[in-house]
């Protein structure tokens, strides 16, 4: 009776912790989003430390010199972003007189084709088109707002990523000080999965960016949509966005081809092309390039998805999966949440056995996680 009371006053406390985590996370979001942030960065940009840091004496150079060898391609990127979106926004009314042209076109069209008047068009189209496009054109807004913030706040993560880098040695004793001395070797195996998961994560993000910016820019350049380049890129970019980055990677150069295209196939020739290039990417890319280093099931992607834009907007959405695959590590190490982390592996249509046959144990519990170790032994 005490043992059945202990463990649930135990499990009340966990459930406790867990909403207060959350409300943490919600209301401190702005300084907490830069924090994880810089950390994933700073784990990313610590072998340019590491490397130069065997020439440099001091930290705080080497350090300073990473920043700059990462922030001068970076740089230049945003520069060719910001020419090429200054001469769009200034052909911007020359697009939208092309865009209203077009569209009398397609009604004209209609009404000689079927009948529908000019008025029945515009009736269908605010009740259909608007109502596809509403959503994620609406989420996205509601993200951009802390995305914004984040890029607001730029400056401040350089800063965390400048103290994670200079005190990183101290920040790992820190946490395997938290590990007795016996489990300390496995506190450090933990650290490095940790970093080597997150490192070859982010290198193959930026690896699949840099594939579809190439082949984006190769179809548009062959379709003779303007820009190409740079919608092209931009399309790549947010696809780092799951799902909502994708739907706006392609709508937005189709709308630029439909107002300014000469001929009606080329934005038919860009749909085809992004729904061909997003078919390659979801089944061949990124299942080869990042998919071998995040090893978590599509169910828990998209969970992980949810809850990371519930508590954080549009950066949780970004950081929802890498934040999953880390915890499934360390669950992957827990003897009580080793049953979680095998339930979150990728290939758990293949371990459905393996809960009754290596796991059925009283340690490998979740109820056990709860209870009195000392009374229980």
């Not at 200054?86 to 939208?96: K, R, Y």
């Not at 008047?117 to 807004?141: H, M, V």
């Not at 190409?228 to 966005?241: C, E, G, Q, R, Y």
Request: charged share 15%.
């Amino acid at each position: 009776m005490n043992q059945s009371a202990g463990t649930l006053q135990r499990f009340a406390y966990f459930l406790i912790i867990t909403v207060i985590t959350g409300y943490v996370l919600v209301i401190g979001k702005f300084i907490i989003v830069p924090i994880v942030f810089a950390a994933l960065l700073s784990i990313m940009v610590q072998p340019i430390s590491n490397f130069l840091e065997r020439y440099i004496r001091w930290k705080v150079p080497a350090i300073l010199l990473t920043f700059l060898a990462v922030l001068i391609p970076v740089s230049g990127i945003i520069m060719f972003f910001s020419y090429q979106l200054g001469d769009v926004i200034q052909n911007m009314p020359a697009i939208t007189d092309n865009l209203k042209h077009t569209t009398d076109l397609v009604f004209a069209w209609l009404e000689d084709q079927f009948g529908i008047t000019r008025a029945q068009s515009w009736d269908w189209l605010r009740s259909n088109f608007s109502k596809i496009l509403d959503s994620p054109l609406q989420f996205f807004k509601g993200g951009l707002s802390s995305g914004t913030a984040f890029l607001l706040n730029f400056f401040m993560v350089l800063i965390f990523m400048f103290f994670f880098l200079l005190y990183r040695g101290a920040i790992k004793n820190f946490i395997l000080l938290q590990f007795k001395p016996a489990n300390r070797q496995q506190g450090r195996e933990i650290l490095y999965q940790i970093q080597y998961l997150v490192r070859h994560y982010l290198y193959g993000l930026l690896m699949v960016i840099l594939i579809l910016a190439i082949l984006n820019s190769i179809g548009l350049l062959i379709i003779g949509v303007g820009y190409a380049v740079f919608w092209a890129s931009l399309a790549a970019f947010l696809s780092i966005i799951p799902y909502i980055g994708t739907t706006l990677g392609g709508l937005l150069p189709f709308m630029y081809s439909f107002a300014t295209a000469t001929n009606w196939w080329q934005p038919l020739a860009v749909v085809a092309l992004y729904f061909s290039v997003q078919q390659v990417e979801g089944n061949l890319i990124t299942p080869y390039v990042v998919g071998s280093n995040v090893k978590i099931n599509p169910f828990i992607a998209i969970i992980s998805l949810l809850i990371g834009g519930v508590i954080w907007g549009l950066a949780g959405i970004v950081l929802g999966i890498p934040i999953a695959a880390i915890v499934k590590l360390i669950f992957d190490h827990v003897d009580a949440l080793k049953p979680l982390g095998a339930l979150m592996s990728r290939d758990l249509h293949e371990k459905e056995d393996i809960f009754l046959k290596e796991w059925d144990d009283e340690r490998h519990r979740i109820t056990g996680f709860f209870k009195d170790r000392q009374k229980s032994e």
